[in-house]
Antibody
Framework: EVQLVESGGALVQPGGSLRLSCAAS????????MSWVRQAPGKGLEWVAN????????NYMDSVKGRFAISRDNAKNSLYLQLSSLRAEDTAVYYC???????????WGQGTLVTVSS | QSALTQPPSASGSPGQSVTISCTGT?????????VSWYQQHPGKAPKLMIF???KRPSGVPDRFSGSKSGNTASLTVSGLQADDEADYYC????????????FGGGTKLTVL
């Protein structure tokens, strides 16, 4: 059974930093693209970033480029998202998601809440 | 990249069919057969319902079907059931960067 468990969400001040983690199990983590998708409170879904299976290629949505960094550790079956220079508009539930084919977000974690507020 | 356009709400009675539209542009929905749909119940994570326009993952009932014409994709739910009441989001691949996925704003489906 595929399991994705996110952690690391917290209340952080504007300009602050945070690292989100996602522990994956139940599938061959090292062979799949992975994404982070976020959802602001009461709003829709927004793709944030993704990473190639070997970690050699990464893509980001425009508003987080230069502030967020996606990474993975295939030996630990783990995905990460480093968030920096946080803004109020980054407040959202962040989901760890498998990308088993183009634009196919197969499995989702339960999400972790990031709140940016002073 | 702008979000895909979905109606904010849709409704139908049990047993009826309802179709939700998702309108993009010739750079996303119209350009690629990589449209997917997600169901989200309140307080839960989204669930993949349709991928590559019309394919269903294992376990998704065949009451759910997808299609596309030009820049507009559609999700049809037939034989509506109470548990179908949820938010539905469409998504499309859009190669403005090396990879970019854009989502619609979501449609709240109410089973009357």
């Amino acid at each position: 059974e595929v399991q994705l468990v996110e952690s690391g969400g917290a209340l952080v001040q504007p300009g602050g930093s945070l690292r989100l983690s996602c522990a994956a199990s139940g599938f061959r983590f090292s062979t799949y693209w992975m994404s982070w998708v976020r959802q602001a409170p009461g709003k829709g879904l927004e793709w944030v970033a993704n990473i190639k299976p070997d970690g050699s290629h990464k893509n980001y949505m425009d508003s987080v480029k230069g502030r967020f960094a996606i990474s993975r550790d295939n030996a630990k079956n783990s995905l990460y998202l480093q968030l920096s220079s946080l803004r109020a508009e980054d407040t959202a539930v962040y989901y760890c998601v498998t990308n088993m084919a183009q634009n196919k977000f197969d499995y989702w974690g339960q999400g972790t809440l990031v709140t940016v507020s002073s | 990249q702008s979000a895909l356009t979905q109606p904010p709400s849709a409704s139908g009675s049990p047993g009826q069919s309802v179709t939700i539209s998702c309108t993009g542009t010739s750079s996303d929905v119209g350009a690629y057969n990589y449209v997917s749909w997600y169901q989200q119940h309140p307080g839960k994570a989204p669930k993949l319902m349709i991928f590559e326009v019309s394919k269903r993952p294992s376990g998704v009932p065949d009451r759910f079907s997808g299609s596309k014409s030009g820049n507009t994709a559609s999700l049809t739910v037939s034989g509506l059931q109470a548990d179908d009441e949820a938010d539905y989001y469409c998504s499309s691949y859009a190669a403005s960067n090396d990879f970019e996925a854009i989502f619609g704003g979501g449609t709240k489906l109410t089973v009357l």
